[in-house]
Nanobody, 127 residues
């Protein structure tokens, strides 16, 4: 498993922006796919975005398309989630995940069984 540490969460007003970071000290080079997920109180986990670390292909949930961008910096072993035009419904704890399998479908599916998970960072958007 890869150790993942999220940061960058906070409180913003609707329309604002935040950039989340997922540091992977164990090297994202050992991960084929990395993703961001979120879970709000009383709700099920929701996939947000995923990136294939080899080719850079990205996938997004419909709810965040056009507003969020997932990217990576392999030199820094870090994956980012740039979140713009934030809405109150984006309020949740955001989790980073990683998986090493080349056969793993790199998609932000809520039920995806990524091998490694971070502890999360809280994002709160006020109206």
């Amino acid at each position: 498993q890869v150790q993942l540490v999220e940061s960058g969460g906070g409180s913003v007003q609707a329309g604002g922006s935040l950039r989340l970071l997922c540091a992977a000290p164990g090297s994202i080079h050992s991960s084929n796919c990395m993703g961001w997920f979120r879970q709000a109180p009383g709700k099920e986990r929701e996939g947000v975005a995923a990136i294939h670390t080899g080719g850079g292909a990205t996938r997004y949930a419909d709810s965040v398309k056009g507003r969020f961008t997932i990217s990576q910096d392999k030199a820094k072993n870090t994956v980012y989630l740039q979140m713009n035009s934030l809405k109150p419904e984006d309020t949740a704890t955001y989790y980073c995940a990683a998986d090493p399998r080349f056969s793993f479908p790199c998609l932000p599916d809520a039920g995806a069984d990524f091998r490694s998970w971070g502890r999360g960072t809280q994002v709160t958007v006020s109206s």
